[in-house]
T-cell receptor, first 114, second 115 residues
Framework: NAGVTQTPKFQVLKTGQSMTLQCAQD?????MSWYRQDPGMGLRLIHY???????DQGEVPNGYNVSRSTTEDFPLRLLSAAPSQTSVYFC?????????????FGDGTRLSIL | AQSVTQLDSQVPVFEEAPVELRCNYS??????LFWYVQYPNQGLQLLLK??????LVKGINGFEAEFNKSQTSFHLRKPSVHISDTAEYFC?????????????FGPGTRLSVLP
């Protein structure tokens, strides 16, 4: 049972480069989210989706784009990487049911922007 | 907006000693509360959750937490810790709002268990 799978696990980019962080889940979860984790700040929500074709912004959306063409996949795109985007990125998913459903997390992508 | 406070950023404790990790949240409306654990280079794993009912909630690995509505707290406890409990612990709260808008994490507490 794979759960939530994130690729790549590590990435180094130069300022201005673009890349896509991949996230896939095999639990048929409707809800998916992207968070970034920075020291002393916990996890902050970047974007989320409540189903295929539906996305919305979280707390820190600037510099990131998302799309949700299928239930399984929720990629996060950095169009022009900046050093401030150096962080650990987590994808999470949960079932429909709203706020009482715990989220299932991937193992993270560690991203460094030089 | 929701907020979650974890007063201790780091907690060192000796092996087999008890530990309490503190969590306070801001909302006064009905909320759901969660504790997650993150081991090095891994994602977050659910330890326990409070949805309703008994205020004492038991989770995995011998952890438990007590919901206190009047103090808006959800402290995590373990009577005897093990070296393998060394990790970062996150408290999270969500309320009955729309998904994604109301799931908030605290800054985390790093638990170090010393031999």
């Amino acid at each position: 049972n794979a759960g939530v799978t994130q690729t790549p696990k590590f990435q180094v980019l130069k300022t201005g480069q673009s890349m896509t962080l991949q996230c896939a889940q095999d639990m048929n979860h409707e809800y998916m989210s992207w968070y970034r984790q920075d020291p002393g700040m916990g996890l902050r929500l970047i974007h989320y989706s409540v189903g295929a074709g539906i996305t919305d912004q979280g707390e820190v959306p600037n510099g990131y784009n998302v799309s949700r063409s299928t239930t399984e996949d929720f990629p996060l795109r950095l169009l022009s990487a900046a050093p401030s985007q150096t962080s650990v990125y987590f994808c999470a998913s949960s079932t429909r049911g709203g706020a009482n459903q715990p989220q299932h997390f991937g193992d993270g992508t560690r991203l460094s922007i030089l | 907006a929701q907020s979650v406070t974890q007063l201790d950023s780091q907690v060192p404790v000796f092996e087999e000693a008890p530990v309490e990790l503190r969590c306070n949240y801001s909302s006064s409306v009905s909320v759901y509360l969660f504790w997650y654990v993150q081991y090095p280079n891994q994602g977050l794993q659910l330890l326990l959750k409070y949805l309703s009912g008994s205020t004492l909630v038991k989770g995995i690995n011998g952890f438990e937490a007590e919901f206190n509505k009047s103090q808006t707290s959800f402290h995590l406890r373990k009577p005897s810790v093990h070296i393998s409990d060394t990790a970062e612990y996150f408290c999270a709260v969500s309320d009955r709002g729309n998904y994604g808008q109301n799931f908030v994490f605290g800054p985390g507490t790093r638990l170090s268990v010393l031999p």
